[in-house]
């Protein structure tokens, strides 16, 4: 089993920047990739940054140039930084981790962070 913390998020106004961190515990060997999805009200879950344990990244095109996604694997941590935010930003942020069995990868998620974006 992996159990992801997250911390950070809250409270910015639109422009403003925001971090959010998350850390893995437990079984955290053979984890691979590392990632940050939202959910926003009345809206599905959608992919904001990953991050593979060779350190390659990738965004979903409404965050590139805004948002940077980070890891460290000695601490089994991956960070969110947000910039240059905005009102359709706000969304409840989930951690992801996959974790390597073997013959198949499972997803473990964190409890995840409220980010508002509001004057």
């Known amino acids: 089993q992996v159990q992801l913390v997250e911390s950070g998020g809250g409270l910015v106004q639109p422009g403003g920047s925001l971090s959010v961190s998350c850390a893995a515990s437990?079984?955290?060997?053979?984890?691979?990739?590392m990632g940050w999805y939202r959910q926003a009200p009345g809206k599905q879950r959608e992919f904001v940054a990953g991050i593979t344990s060779g350190g390659m990244t990738n965004y979903t095109d409404s965050v590139k140039g805004r948002f940077t996604i980070s890891r460290r694997n000695a601490k089994n941590t991956v960070y969110l930084q947000m910039n240059s935010l905005k009102p359709e930003d706000t969304a409840v942020y989930y951690c992801?981790?996959?974790?390597?069995?073997?013959?198949?990868?499972?997803?473990?998620w964190g409890q995840g962070t409220q980010v508002t974006v509001s004057s």
């Open positions: 437990g079984s955290i060997f053979s984890i691979k990739g």
């Open positions: 992801n981790a996959d974790r390597d069995y073997g013959n198949y990868i499972r997803r473990y």
